[in-house]
């Protein structure tokens, strides 16, 4: 009899990979696409061709489709409600699926699907209460209490990224100034290894990115740390801090065993990490009296999402791993 299969979809703000998932949660084949510049209308046709080239390829029959995007979603309706870094808006995700690919459908936030993957299979296994954060273009936040993902009373919990620390700071995707995620995300490395560059157009990480201050990203920037560059090590520092400092406010709030960082600023490794953690053990509350919480990298890498989406789909339908 051919084995049960699902495709997992991990949706991000620049890459798609759509997964054949087999039910021991053995990734089978990655379809990849990029999404960079493509609208509403181009996301749903990049997001069935993918899954179409990763059903085709899967190892036996695919029983239904789990998919993790960056939006809002109304888990009653699975509308995707909107999106900060994606054109996504009012979007009945969940709906067009199912009419165009004909499967039974699961979808939630990008970041609930890559926190249940580290949680079941990753840097969360054994935990009954974790905090993921992905950290990369924004901050995205997965939260899981007593063994199950919270979403809210609207499907729209754990968006850590738009918590005010900065009045007046830098704009934000979602329209207000000063959020989380403009000072302590890649686009915060951006941004001051920028303002860095202005200063210092002498700096490596202004060569590695090909002599214009203003074409510094944070890629070059931790590339630069990463030889020992001191000024690139300090952005990343003051990124670190600030990452360390929010995640102290959360763990407060949420008391978990473990906290897991994921996301494309995981490249920088304990250049980010270790200042985030010295930032986190400096601002917890009372932390001579509380059980240390490890901050952990997320052991999955591109594919938690993929796999959180595969496993939930598989709950959903009845067939768990
Ligand atoms: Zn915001």
Known sequence: ???????????????????????????????????????????????????????????????????????????????????????????????????????????????NVAAWGEFRFGAGKGSTDMLLLTVGTGIGGGIVIGGKLFRGAHGFAAEVGHIIV??????????????????????????????????????????????????????????????????????????????GEGLAGLVNVLDPDVVVIGGGAVDAGDLLLEPARAAFGDSVEAPNHRPAVPVLAAALGNDAGAVGAADLAFLAVGSPA
């Open 1 to 111: 009899m051919p084995e049960d299969c699902v495709v997992g979809v991990d949706l991000g703000g620049t890459k798609l990979l759509a997964a054949a998932v087999s039910a021991d949660l053995g990734v089978h084949h990655r379809a990849l696409r990029s999404v960079a510049d493509a609208n509403q209308a181009e996301l749903v046709e990049l997001c069935i061709d993918a899954v179409e080239e990763a059903r085709a390829a899967a190892p036996g029959q695919v029983r239904a489709l789990g998919f993790g995007i960056p939006c809002l979603i109304d888990q009653e309706t699975g509308m995707a409600v909107m999106a900060v870094n994606l054109p996504i808006h009012d979007l009945r995700f969940r709906d067009v699926m199912r009419e165009r690919l004909g499967l039974p459908v699961f979808v939630d936030n990008d970041a």
């Open 166 to 243: 900065e009045p007046g700071g830098p704009l934000c995707g979602c329209g207000n100034l000063g959020c989380w995620e403009q000072v302590a995300s890649g686009r915060a490395i951006d941004r001051l290894g920028r303002a860095a560059a202005r200063e210092h157009p002498e700096a490596r990480f202004v060569e590695l990115a090909g002599g214009d201050p203003e074409r510094v990203t944070g890629p070059a920037v931790t590339a630069a740390a990463k030889e020992g560059d001191a000024l690139a090590t300090g952005i990343l520092a003051e990124v670190g801090r600030r990452l």
